[in-house]
């Protein structure tokens, strides 16, 4: 079963690898999705900093990730869909975990 994470960072669909730094605060992640990489090194620094948008800049970034993720057309508006609800239901969750809770309802099927 396919589980994707949102980097805080760059809010592209990442690799995490679960291995702790630093006493189990900082993971590394490791982005390669076409030309977009991305190295950084996450700590609670770059989870408290993550951003929270509004509704429009949010479903921007949840096509963007559509469009990486070859989401059908079906998928990609149950994915929107999902993204609207979370938004509206959880207002104080930053961007990335909106877009990584929704992303993966859709893929895991629900």
């Given amino acids: 079963m396919v589980y994707v994470h949102i980097c805080p960072h760059c809010l592209n669909p990442v690799v995490c690898f679960q291995k702790d730094y630093l006493e189990g ?3 590394a992640v490791n982005v390669d999705l ?3 990489k991305c190295h950084v090194l996450l700590g609670s620094s770059i989870y408290k900093n993550a951003s929270c948008s509004n509704m429009q800049q ?3 970034f949840a096509g ?3 469009k990486k993720m070859n989401l ?3 998928k990609k508006q149950k994915f929107m869909d999902k993204v609207v609800e979370l938004k509206r239901t959880y207002r104080n969750w930053k961007d990335y975990k909106i ?3 929704a992303l993966n309802s859709i893929l895991q099927g629900g």
């Fill in 64 to 66: 963007m990730i559509a």
């Fill in 58 to 60: 949010l479903k921007t």
């Fill in 34 to 36: 076409e030309n977009s």
């Fill in 25 to 27: 605060e900082v993971k």
């Fill in 72 to 74: 059908d057309d079906e």
């Fill in 99 to 101: 877009l990584e809770v």
